[in-house]
């Protein structure tokens, strides 16, 4: 890929302030787009230097508000015009089971994994389309998002709508030349998610053995997967390289979904 692939574009990023959405934020502007985060807790002690660096601006942000999403967009477009790149990455986790699932446990999480990516989309197709240029989006989804799981069922309902979007919206808008995908991580080190399942863990280092146990490649490697990683396949489908690529599911999980992984001998 050559550098700064992404000049003269300008991009949403939401939960732009760690994680994944950092890495992102991060690349996207190292290879030349206007980068705009947008984050409930923006991080600005973590972020400001490296972000300044790079003109990448926060913004904070409700992401279950619809008018507090469009005026992110409205911000953004006012740099040039229009937005070219989403990525909705904003989430949460829920690991509990049906009967411990409360009205608001519900709404949290389907507000903040499918209704805010839903109306993210609403407000960047409404620039995208408006020229004829068209633009790409990105959802974050989850391996949940391709085979449920059994400790986290909200959140696999979350991300399977997710994924059930990202195909209908990109096959909605593929007149407009708007590209929608996702991305389906596994478990991904160093994310406020996993970090808080670890923190919330009897023994961290067993939990941290036990998440990397469960993805075969990420037990070859002995590691978990890095942001830095998820950020690749994003640039990758904002990119003009993936022109013809839309309601692809990219799955970056180590092999997890599969099935069951081989034994270690």
């Not at 998440?211 to 489908?237: D, H």
Request: proline share 4%; with cysteine; glycine share 10%.
């Amino acid at each position: 890929m050559t550098s700064e692939m992404l000049t003269g574009r300008t991009a949403v990023v939401t939960g732009g302030a760690s994680g994944i959405g950092r890495a992102t934020a991060l690349l996207l502007a190292q290879q030349g787009a206007k980068v705009f985060t947008a984050d409930f807790s923006p991080l600005h002690d973590e972020n400001d230097e490296q972000f300044g660096e790079l003109g990448i601006e926060q913004r904070q942000c409700d992401v279950r508000s619809e008018s507090e999403l469009a005026a992110v967009f409205d911000v953004a477009a006012r740099s040039s015009g229009r937005v070219d790149i989403l990525v909705n990455n904003a989430g949460i986790g829920m690991v509990k089971q049906i009967h411990d699932v409360s009205e608001a446990d519900w709404d949290a999480c389907i507000d903040t994994n499918l209704k805010a990516a839903f109306f993210g989309c609403k407000h960047a197709i409404r620039y995208m389309a408006a020229d004829g240029k068209g633009g790409a989006v990105v959802n974050v989804s989850s391996n949940a998002g391709i085979l449920p799981r059994a400790h986290d069922p909200v959140y696999s309902i979350s991300k399977l709508a997710l994924s059930g979007l990202t195909k209908s919206l990109a096959l909605c808008h593929s007149k407009d030349r708007i590209r929608v995908n996702a991305v389906c991580p596994g478990p991904v080190g160093g994310t406020r998610m996993i970090e808080s399942e670890l923190d919330a863990a009897d023994d961290r280092d067993l939990a941290i053995q036990n998440l990397i146990a469960a993805s075969p490649l990420a037990r070859a490697f002995g590691r978990m997967i890095t942001p830095e990683e998820i950020a690749q396949a994003v640039l990758y489908l904002v990119s003009d390289a993936a022109i013809m690529v839309s309601g692809t599911l990219i799955t970056i999980d180590g092999g997890k979904s599969l099935g069951v992984p081989p034994q270690p001998e």
